[in-house]
């Protein structure tokens, strides 16, 4: 039985309705209709727990093995995503506008890779066909400054990342955040770009988590004074803490058995 399967079973043993489970579990509704639609591929450890909570079960319940690598993709997907957010910051400015000489790299970077929206497949097929692969005596100051500022509009740190947010299975791109990882390290070695700053905070990232995880049969209390956990960026309460705790301890304690 699939981890949507069980919420769905619980669910109907207690009568809830998916929106009365969003309102249990404090989370937004279109998180929950996007689950039991399976929309959402990789569910987040936080969104489960969650669940689990609002639904009077632990999280192992909910998890089959099939869940559980899942979830092993999700943060791996994650943890990519962050690298390529950070890579990006080496091209842009504090406004999160890129250079000019790296519009061209930018743009076959991500052109026809993200879902965007209409807008932007209009401006990516003049900007390639009247801008990049014209004469040079063709081109016009006026076009020169319309490729510069319509540039700016479409390709951006905010908007490259909403479209990153927006890539699922159902966008045919042909490209994944692994790809787009990749991408960005090369065209930064390219530029003569020095990544080891971003390379040394993931390794950094890396190394306090994979000592958070083997010391899970410390106490919770004992976790906590050590190691501080947060979800994008901020601080998790005391109580979500030790439901994070819990819900790894439970995962370990999964694989073992399935060892």
């Given at each position: 039985?699939?981890?949507i399967?069980?919420?769905?079973?619980l669910?109907?043993?207690?009568?809830?309705?998916?929106?009365?489970?969003?309102?249990e579990?404090?989370?937004?509704?279109?998180?929950?209709?996007?689950?039991?639609?399976?929309?959402?591929?990789y569910?987040?450890?936080?969104?489960?727990?969650?669940?689990?909570?609002?639904?009077?079960?632990s999280a192992?319940?909910?998890?089959?093995?099939?869940?559980?690598?899942?979830?092993?993709?999700?943060?791996?997907?994650?943890?990519?995503m962050?690298k390529?957010?950070?890579?990006?910051?080496?091209?842009?400015d504090?406004?999160?506008?890129?250079?000019?000489?790296?519009?061209?790299?930018?743009?076959?970077?991500?052109?026809?890779?993200?879902?965007?929206?209409?807008?932007t497949?209009i401006?990516?097929?003049w900007?390639?066909?009247?801008?990049?692969?014209?004469?040079?005596?063709?081109?016009?100051?006026e076009?020169?400054?319309?490729?510069?500022?319509?540039?700016?509009?479409?390709?951006?740190?905010?908007?490259?990342?909403?479209?990153?947010?927006?890539?699922?299975?159902?966008y045919?791109?042909?490209?994944?955040?692994?790809?787009?990882?990749?991408?960005l390290?090369?065209?930064a070695?390219?530029?003569?770009m020095?990544?080891?700053?971003?390379?040394?905070?993931e390794?950094?990232k890396?190394?306090?988590?994979?000592?958070?995880l083997?010391k899970?049969?410390?106490?919770?209390?004992?976790?906590l004074?050590?190691?501080?956990?947060?979800?994008?960026?901020?601080?998790?309460?005391?109580?979500?803490?030790?439901?994070?705790?819990?819900?790894?301890r439970?995962?370990?304690?999964?694989?073992?058995?399935?060892?």
């Amino acid at each position: 039985m699939s981890v949507i399967e069980k919420i769905e079973e619980l669910l109907k043993e207690k009568g809830w309705t998916k929106y009365r489970l969003a309102k249990e579990a404090r989370l937004p509704q279109s998180t929950i209709t996007s689950l039991l639609s399976g929309r959402v591929k990789y569910p987040s450890a936080e969104t489960l727990i969650k669940i689990a909570n609002a639904l009077g079960v632990s999280a192992s319940e909910l998890l089959g093995e099939k869940d559980l690598e899942l979830i092993n993709v999700y943060q791996n997907k994650k943890k990519t995503m962050e690298k390529v957010l950070s890579l990006l910051k080496l091209f842009t400015d504090d406004e999160g506008w890129f250079e000019e000489k790296f519009h061209k790299d930018i743009f076959y970077t991500f052109a026809g890779h993200l879902p965007l929206g209409p807008a932007t497949d209009i401006f990516d097929q003049w900007y390639e066909m009247n801008f990049l692969n014209a004469d040079e005596g063709d081109i016009t100051e006026e076009d020169i400054e319309y490729a510069k500022h319509e540039f700016n509009e479409h390709y951006n740190y905010r908007t490259i990342k909403r479209g990153l947010e927006s890539l699922d299975d159902y966008y045919i791109s042909g490209k994944t955040v692994f790809d787009f990882a990749d991408d960005l390290e090369k065209l930064a070695r390219k530029h003569g770009m020095k990544i080891h700053d971003v390379d040394s905070k993931e390794t950094a990232k890396y190394e306090t988590e994979h000592e958070f995880l083997t010391k899970l049969e410390l106490s919770d209390n004992e976790l906590l004074k050590r190691f501080k956990l947060t979800l994008d960026g901020k601080p998790l309460t005391k109580k979500e803490a030790k439901a994070i705790i819990a819900f790894l301890r439970s995962l370990r304690q999964f694989s073992e058995l399935n060892e």
